[in-house]
């Protein structure tokens, strides 16, 4: 296979990937003020920037096993400051004309430490093509290393501009 480079988020797998991309700064960017954070956990509002992906596609049109690999450049929640940054992969599972899905595994590389996120994102493809603005999503924290060891929670994702997210960290207490 042989890799298509792509400067913009501006195919589904992009988005998705972005998805799960998300580095933290655990006290810069903690939200107290949300409902989430009330019930004692800790919150953790990110803005996501693709900054690298390329894409590996099984044939000529979206398929099966295509493969997306991807880095995101992190900054707080006023995205003002550079916190982190992501990298992770994304397989396509399901190719249909309108739907898709695809499988995500990201990598948060944070301050204090790591965090993985894992999860499904569905509705990736209209026509055949990259659904655009891509869908929002939620995937699983299912672990982490240093301040992050033993995490669990969720990772909410929305898309916000061309090649930007916002992702809502919910650690579990």
């Not at 006290?27 to 019930?39: G, I, N, P």
């Not at 026509?127 to 033993?150: C, K, M």
């Amino acid at each position: 296979m042989r890799p298509i480079r792509a400067a913009c988020l501006g195919t589904a797998t992009a988005l998705v990937t972005l998805l799960t991309c998300t580095p933290i700064v655990a006290t810069a960017a903690t939200d107290t003020d949300s409902a989430q954070a009330k019930d004692g956990n800790r919150v953790i509002t990110l803005i996501g920037h693709l900054a690298q992906q390329s894409r590996f596609p099984v044939g000529d049109k979206a398929a099966q096993g295509d493969r997306t690999v991807f880095r995101s450049i992190l900054s707080d929640k006023d995205d003002k400051k550079q916190v982190g940054e992501t990298n992770g992969t994304c397989t396509t599972t399901l190719a249909e004309e309108d739907g898709g899905a695809e499988e995500c595994v990201v990598t948060y590389n944070l301050p204090g430490g790591q965090l993985t996120v894992q999860g499904m994102v569905f509705g990736i493809l209209t026509d055949g093509l990259p659904t655009i603005p891509p869908p929002s999503f939620d995937n699983a924290i299912t672990g982490g290393t240093g301040e992050f060891d033993r995490a669990r929670g969720s990772v909410h994702a929305e898309t916000i501009g061309s090649g930007t997210r916002r992702f809502t960290i919910d650690l579990a207490n």
